[in-house]
């Protein structure tokens, strides 16, 4: 696991998905705080409690619960962007729905807004 700490009360842990069980608790944590997940490859928690998950790739998909503040992610961000080089990735996008917090940051820290571009999903 990776682990972040900004302070004692506060203690982040990022895990692989391996297990089709541990691949339903993060889904149903992410259903309980209205968010969706497309294909994610590592969980978050928190004390013991999934708070998020994302994947590892040229695409990423992101959710952190919303009790968590943008800014106390960014840590997480810094766990992505390190798991992503240790598999080779030199550059990704973000997939963001239209009313993540995010998306008045994202550019501030060196994201591209790719203004031109649609998304689409297809479920094999």
């Not at 409690?49 to 992610?73: E, Y």
């Not at 992505?80 to 550019?107: C, F």
Request: avoid cysteine; proline fraction near 4%; glycine fraction near 4%.
């Amino acid at each position: 696991w990776w682990s972040v700490e900004r302070d004692p009360a506060m203690r982040l842990k990022v895990f692989p998905l391996r297990t089709k069980e541990e691949f339903q608790a993060v889904n149903e944590a992410a259903k309980r705080d209205n968010h969706n997940l497309i294909q994610p490859t590592h969980y978050v928690t928190r004390e013991g409690q999934i708070v998020g998950a994302f994947s590892i790739g040229n695409t990423v998909w992101w959710w952190l619960d919303s009790s968590l503040k943008v800014r106390d992610s960014w840590e997480m961000f810094d766990a992505l962007e390190t798991l992503q080089r240790h598999v080779g990735v030199t550059q990704y996008v973000i997939l963001l729905p239209k009313d993540s917090p995010y998306n008045a940051v994202v550019e501030q820290v060196g994201f591209e807004h790719m203004e031109d571009t649609q998304v689409f999903r297809r479920v094999l």
